[in-house]
């Protein structure tokens, strides 16, 4: 019975292809670097992509996360690793576009084909006028210690003024 319940996981995952869920859109590949080599199937690979915060203008994010290679990883059934670094900087002027949570995703993506997720999620230092960005992985029945944060003081940009994340916040 086993047997067939795997065969029909691995159909699913050939057939539907990988199953992202995610707030921005799809992070740009900037590129990926072999870690392991497998002869007949594909590498374990580390992949450093970019997402543009998709509430604050100005700021955009790059992470990098492994990626399993061997047959598993082919057919979208491998459980991927917990790790994964994380850099966001301001890229020009910053402009909020709606108000938002301590806290508030940014983004998401499975690592498995049902239980794990990366995140990416923002909050504000108001003090300091400093956005903070945290990136981890969470699982249905256990969470992930591994994590990585990058943050961002926001800067005048040209003659602009830098806005106050703290007047952004909701509550």
């Known amino acids: 019975m086993s047997r067939i319940l795997v065969l029909m996981v691995a159909l699913l995952a050939v057939t539907c ?3 992202r869920a995610q707030e921005a859109d799809d992070p740009d590949l900037i590129f990926k670097k ?3 080599w497998k002869f007949l199937s594909p590498d374990h690979k580390l992949a450093t992509y970019a997402i ?3 509430l604050v203008e100005g700021v955009a994010c790059h992470f990098t ?3 399993k290679g061997g047959w598993s990883g082919w057919l979208g059934v ?3 690793l917990s790790d994964a670094s994380l850099a966001c900087r301001q890229i020009g002027p910053v402009k909020f576009t709606e108000k938002f949570d301590q806290g508030a995703e940014v983004y998401r993506e499975r690592r498995s084909l ?5 995140r990416v999620v923002r909050g504000c230092d108001a003090k300091r006028n400093v956005l903070v960005y945290l990136i981890y992985s969470d699982k ?3 969470g992930s210690p591994k994590n990585s944060t990058s943050t961002v003081p926001i800067m005048p940009w040209g003659d602009k003024d830098a806005p106050k994340c703290g ?3 909701n509550g």
């Not at 049902?114 to 990366?118: A, H, L, P, Q, R």
Request: charged share 35%.
């Open 52 to 54: 543009d915060d998709p």
């Open 34 to 36: 072999t870690t392991v």
């Open 65 to 67: 996360v492994p990626e």
């Open 114 to 118: 049902f239980f794990k997720k990366v």
């Open 167 to 169: 007047e952004w916040l």
């Open 78 to 80: 491998a459980e991927e």
């Open 17 to 19: 292809g990988p199953l």
């Open 140 to 142: 249905l029945i256990e």
